[in-house]
């Protein structure tokens, strides 16, 4: 039967075929499924904290980068109560490393909101769950399909390059997103969406591959209509070169051997993580007119540069060490170099502080 798409899908094309994907494949992920942290053994029903824990940590991430962080944010907050009673700070702190931190703000935000509107207990519709913070078209679903069982469309970057080879889809994204996600959801079942929406995600990670697709152990594989272009799909529009921005970070050491750190303002980028101070970031920086946080009784420069790679820029970073006993001007403090790890420093600054360690 047709599946009805939901308003923000783009339909697919009439004369696509419809095949008949779901009984081989969820008979491939009975036998093959992917053993996962945050996964529910079989028979077992699937814990939605867990679930939206996971879904939240993945996105933009990959499984294993996910693994360490997810086992030891269960470890300290096993509920979504325990979280959400959390400081934030905390939160951050246990967050850093793994990068794109407006999730870790979104989390906890969403823990206090489950915990005392929804009495702990997560909404089991798209729609409830994409009024939540941090949960956006795909976590919803995921959330949805896999926690509760609602048939739901799941397309995250395996299932849209299944998807786009399935049904020989080559349009560039991002232009056939729309398409790809109409496409995910004319397949999805009434039945065991969750387990569909795993398979389609573990079958894009083992199987239908970026590179060198293994397409003689496809469950799938009679009704693909892409083989002979797999490698080629799904095609993206070129990228346009990111820009290149600059600034300049102080390494500012007490007498007694503590480094003066600073808070960055809870919006923008890397809101509410810790940092080496540093000048704004610009693409002709550092500014002319940029100056150490606090008055230094020396000052000299750190050979080398740090470079890291945004989303949406480059950036790279000169250091420059300096001394002073002076009070920490406001949303600074001074930690010890042997506490640098109680606080949320995200990857680029612990880059920061790994050159200083060495040049200083």
């Not at 093959?32 to 904290?49: C, F, I, N, Q, V």
């Not at 896999?146 to 469309?153: G, P």
């Not at 007498?255 to 980028?269: F, Q, S």
Request: charged content about 25%; aromatic content about 6%; some cysteine.
């Amino acid at each position: 039967m047709p599946r009805k798409t939901r308003p923000d899908q783009s339909p697919p094309c009439p004369s696509v075929p419809t095949p008949e994907i779901a009984r081989p494949l969820l008979d491939w992920y009975d036998r093959s499924r992917r053993t996962l942290p945050w996964r529910a053994e079989p028979g077992r029903r699937p814990d939605p904290y867990h679930v939206w824990l996971s879904e939240i940590m993945l996105q933009q991430t990959t499984v294993p980068a996910v693994k360490g962080y997810f086992t030891r944010f269960l470890e300290r907050w096993p509920t979504v109560e325990a979280l959400a009673a959390a400081e934030r700070d905390q939160v951050m702190t246990e967050w850093a490393g793994l990068g794109y931190y407006a999730r870790a703000r979104n989390l906890h935000a969403c823990a206090r909101i489950v915990a005392e509107e929804h009495g702990g207990h997560f909404p089991d519709t798209e729609d409830a769950l994409r009024a939540l913070p941090g949960v956006g078209r795909y976590t919803a679903a995921a959330i949805a399909a896999i926690a509760f069982d609602r048939r739901a469309a799941v397309m995250d970057a395996n299932v849209e390059r299944v998807i786009a080879r399935l049904f020989r889809v080559e349009e560039p994204l991002p232009g056939a997103k729309d398409r790809l996600y109409a496409l995910t959801d004319l397949v999805t079942p009434d039945r065991r969406a969750g387990d569909f929406a795993q398979a389609m995600m573990d079958l894009g990670a083992t199987i239908c591959v970026v590179r060198a697709p293994r397409c003689m152990l496809c469950p799938i594989s009679a009704s693909c209509t892409g083989k002979d272009i797999a490698e080629g799909l799904p095609a993206k529009a070129a990228k346009k070169a990111k820009p290149k921005r600059k600034g300049l970070a102080w390494w500012v050491e007490r007498a007694d051997g503590a480094i003066l750190l600073r808070k960055r303002p809870d919006r923008g980028l890397l809101g509410g993580m810790m940092e080496i101070p540093s000048s704004d970031w610009v693409e002709n920086g550092p500014p002319d007119d940029a100056s150490p946080p606090l008055p230094l009784a020396t000052e000299r420069a750190i050979p080398g540069t740090v470079r890291h790679v945004f989303t949406h820029f480059e950036l790279e970073l000169s250091i420059r060490v300096g001394r002073s006993d002076a009070p920490a001007p406001s949303a600074c403090l001074w930690v010890l170099p042997d506490r640098l790890g109680d606080y949320a420093l995200p990857t680029v600054m612990l880059k920061v502080v790994k050159l200083a360690l060495v040049g200083r």
